[in-house]
């Protein structure tokens, strides 16, 4: 779903008050900024990620993000363990969160430590319907960044 620019793909899930997306692929879940996060952070400058291994509360950081406008965490939508960094591919392209949001610009592949957290994730028509009353009040209308 395409709304003011702003891809909403109904097959993930999301923790709409952080801007994460998360698709889970078994016990594993992979984890980025939405289109609407991306579009607000304006161009990525850098990203530390926190490293493999550690344990995250939810709404700790993941990673931190700057950009030219904003510096800020990356937050974890639930409690998690970090499995797999996407570091390698910002290395190469530190906009590919600004260009492939849902794809190749994945931030964290995590471990979910506590299934009772995931309770507020929305998917589908309900995520559609959330994310465009968010994107209405914020005002946002999302671009990608190109070569």
Request: some cysteine; charged content about 25%; overall charge negative.
């Amino acid at each position: 779903m395409i709304y003011y620019g702003c891809d909403i793909p109904e097959d993930l899930y999301y923790d709409v008050e952080r801007d994460v997306w998360i698709r889970f692929e078994g016990e594993i879940a992979t984890l980025g900024m939405t289109d609407v996060a991306q579009t607000r952070c304006g161009k990525i400058a850098a990203i530390r990620f926190r490293p493999v291994g550690k344990q995250v509360a939810q709404g700790k950081a993941l990673a931190t993000i700057e950009s030219a406008k904003w510096v800020g965490p990356f937050p974890a939508p639930f409690a998690c363990e970090i499995v797999e960094t996407n570091e390698a591919a910002f290395e190469k392209d530190i906009l590919i969160a600004n260009k492939e949001p849902y794809s190749q610009g994945w931030l964290v592949r995590v471990r979910l430590l506590n299934p009772e957290e995931c309770r507020h994730l929305v998917t589908g028509a309900s995520a559609v319907a959330a994310y465009r009353a968010r994107i209405e009040a914020l005002q946002v209308r999302c671009f990608r960044c190109v070569e």
